[in-house]
């Protein structure tokens, strides 16, 4: 059975920078064809996709936040870590991490999620 | 950047069918995913590659593809089916993945 689990602060200041960590179970990131994304979601709002690596260690960027995120995995820890830096109000949002179904860009499963406030 | 057009909101009387369009620049051509969202839950993936369905998913659901939209379909719609959905695709030149801005279904 797959499941993830996203953890990290609830509340950031602007200009600082956040750091999500997915926890997973169920799968290998280092099996052929695997992958864990990020999306997330501003209250009311709709879905917004982050990042993505690969069990290549390959990265995808969304094109409009490239400049302020780096993703990583630690294999061994069943884990995949997103930062983000220069955080503004308009990045409050629940912040999701998801199994990408081997070989097809789809999300199969998905994390519980995890609200991120950026307020003073 | 690619952009996928949902309707805001669909509504359908329980028992009937109800269908929710996703346009985008030649659509057809990509291979499209329906997720369902209800209040405060995390998105569930309910038809993947225009067609097919996630074990567990009842039959009701189902999804087709052509040209410049694709269509979810929910037939016998129940009220347990009220939620949001939001459609996606992989578009390597531009954006990578890319959601719709998601539809309400109202079950009246």
């Known amino acids: 059975q797959i499941t993830l689990k996203e953890s990290g602060p609830t509340l950031v200041k602007p200009t600082q920078t956040l750091t999500l960590t997915c926890t997973f179970s169920?799968?290998?990131?280092?099996?052929?064809?695997?992958?864990v994304g990020w999306i997330r979601q501003p209250p009311g709002k709709a879905l917004e996709w982050l990042s993505l690596i690969y069990w290549n260690d390959d990265k995808r960027y969304s094109p409009s936040l490239k400049s302020r995120l780096t993703i990583t995995k630690d294999t061994s820890s069943s884990q995949v870590v997103l930062t983000m830096t220069n955080m503004d109000p308009v990045d409050t949002a629940t912040y999701y991490c998801?199994?990408?179904?081997?070989?097809?860009?789809?999300?199969?499963?998905w994390g519980q999620g995890t609200m991120v406030t950026v307020s003073s | 950047s690619y952009v996928l057009t949902q309707p805001p909101s669909v509504s359908v009387a329980p028992g009937q069918t109800a269908r929710i369009s996703c346009g985008g620049d030649n659509i057809g051509s990509f291979s499209v995913h329906w997720y369902q969202q209800k209040p405060g839950q995390a998105p569930i993936l309910v038809v993947f590659d225009d067609t097919d369905r996630p074990s567990g998913i009842p039959e009701r659901f189902s999804g087709s593809n052509s040209w410049n939209t694709a269509t979810l379909t929910i037939s016998r719609v129940e009220a347990g089916d009220e939620a949001d959905y939001y459609c996606q695709v992989r578009h390597d030149s531009i954006d990578y993945v890319v959601f719709g801005g998601g539809t309400k279904l109202t079950v009246l």
């Open positions: 998801a199994h990408r179904r081997p070989y097809r860009d789809v999300f199969d499963i």
């Open positions: 169920g799968f290998s990131l280092s099996t052929s064809g695997m992958a």
